[in-house]
């Protein structure tokens, strides 16, 4: 169900494997036409894997996206264009791996919920500088 105005929200893209930085940029596309008017993105920035070991460092980012989605639609969304990228699951026996793309929610307008499979604010965005770093750059305080 679409709402009738607008609404901001932040999402938070990471990529360890594969062209990292084409495939942000494909996501960064993919959703613009799914999600909403990209109005804002930060820089990249390399990481190391955060949750897990791996040798393949992560590119991550933060946009700003203006929607008419609701959580659940963008949630919806997101998740599509996971699995379109290659994205299989989030966890493996509840254990991060690599992947080609995750697209987290940080934030949506000021709304706090905290559903099963949905939490806004993001749980753990507070615990990642690799969050809070593009997501600061991008941010409207």
Request: net charge neutral; with cysteine; charged share 30%.
């Amino acid at each position: 169900m679409q709402t009738d105005r607008s609404h901001m929200v932040y999402l938070g893209l990471g990529s360890n494997i594969g062209n990292r930085r084409q495939l942000i940029g494909e996501a960064v596309t993919r959703l613009g036409e799914r999600v909403g008017r990209v109005v804002r993105q930060s820089s990249l920035i390399e990481t190391e894997p955060w949750g897990f070991d791996s040798p393949n460092r992560f590119l991550n980012s933060c946009v700003a996206c203006r929607t008419a989605l609701t959580p659940h639609e963008v949630l919806a969304a997101t998740k599509q264009v996971e699995k379109e990228m290659g994205r299989m699951e989030k966890t493996k026996n509840g254990e991060y791996h690599d992947r080609t793309i995750d697209i987290d929610i940080l934030l949506y307008d000021d709304i706090r919920m905290d559903e099963p499979g949905l939490t806004i604010p993001h749980p753990r965005m507070q615990e990642r500088e690799f969050v809070m770093k593009p997501l600061r750059e991008i941010r409207d305080y």
